[in-house]
T-cell receptor
Framework: GENVEQHPSTLSVQEGDSAVIKCTYS??????FPWYKQELGKGPQLIID?????GEKKDQRIAVTLNKTAKHFSLHITETQPEDSAVYFC???????????FGSGTQLTVLP | NAGVTQTPKFQVLKTGQSMTLQCAQD?????MSWYRQDPGMGLRLIHY???????DQGEVPNGYNVSRSTTEDFPLRLLSAAPSQTSVYFC?????????????FGQGTRLTVV
């Protein structure tokens, strides 16, 4: 099955700096790569996603890049703010029902 | 529009007890799934369903049962609770199967087995 590895597990940045979280996946048939943000005590919420026919996607301060050849994708957050502090998960789809396999998560802390 | 609703939010069980975690969605989504979240391990898929009457196992199905008698509901049953099942459980739903789309998550159920 699919295996998704995520790094780093923790990341601290100063407010206004950029943050980058990286993921690799194993199944070359995966074609959908979402990123979720989880705030304390809540369920994960989608912040951005990318499909395999696109190399980059941007939404305001958030961008995702995908390198299918190398099987890795990254989340970029620019001009970080304290409210960006949360746990971020990458995921990839696999299997006949396109099940989501998640990375282990990154705790992002934005220091004021 | 409530989205995905999970009950209860918190539960303490004794080893060997059984219980059902409830999940309901009001978005007419075909696909529903259950995950457990443990520290440092992300979310791991327990069971999923691609439509009413159809269920399948995920990565960590042992000790859990599911059923899908309606499109809206997807309960998760713990048959005989064990301390290893202490975790936070999330139910999720999404519209499509062939073309993956956004998955919507419930607020979670924090389960402690003593």
């Amino acid at each position: 099955g699919e295996n998704v590895e995520q790094h780093p597990s923790t990341l601290s940045v100063q407010e206004g700096d950029s943050a980058v979280i990286k993921c690799t996946y194993s199944d070359s048939a995966s074609n959908y790569f979402p990123w979720y943000k989880q705030e304390l005590g809540k369920g994960p919420q989608l912040i951005i996603d990318i499909r395999s026919n696109v190399g980059e996607k941007k939404d305001q301060r958030i961008a995702v890049t995908l390198n299918k050849t190398a099987k890795h994708f990254s989340l970029h957050i620019t001009e970080t703010q304290p409210e960006d502090s949360a746990v971020y998960f990458c995921a990839a789809t696999s299997g006949s029902a396109r099940q989501l396999t998640f990375g282990s998560g990154t705790q992002l802390t934005v220091l004021p | 529009n409530a989205g995905v609703t999970q009950t209860p939010k918190f539960q303490v069980l004794k080893t060997g007890q059984s219980m059902t975690l409830q999940c309901a969605q009001d978005m007419n989504h075909e696909y529903m799934s259950w995950y457990r979240q443990d520290p440092g391990m992300g979310l791991r898929l327990i069971h999923y369903s691609v439509g009413a009457g159809i269920t399948d196992q995920g990565e960590v199905p042992n000790g859990y049962n599911v059923s899908r008698s309606t499109t809206e509901d997807f309960p998760l049953r713990l048959l005989s609770a064990a301390p290893s099942q202490t975790s936070v459980y999330f139910c999720a739903s999404r519209r499509g199967i062939r073309q993956p789309t956004e998955a919507f998550f419930g607020q979670g159920t924090r389960l402690t087995v003593v």
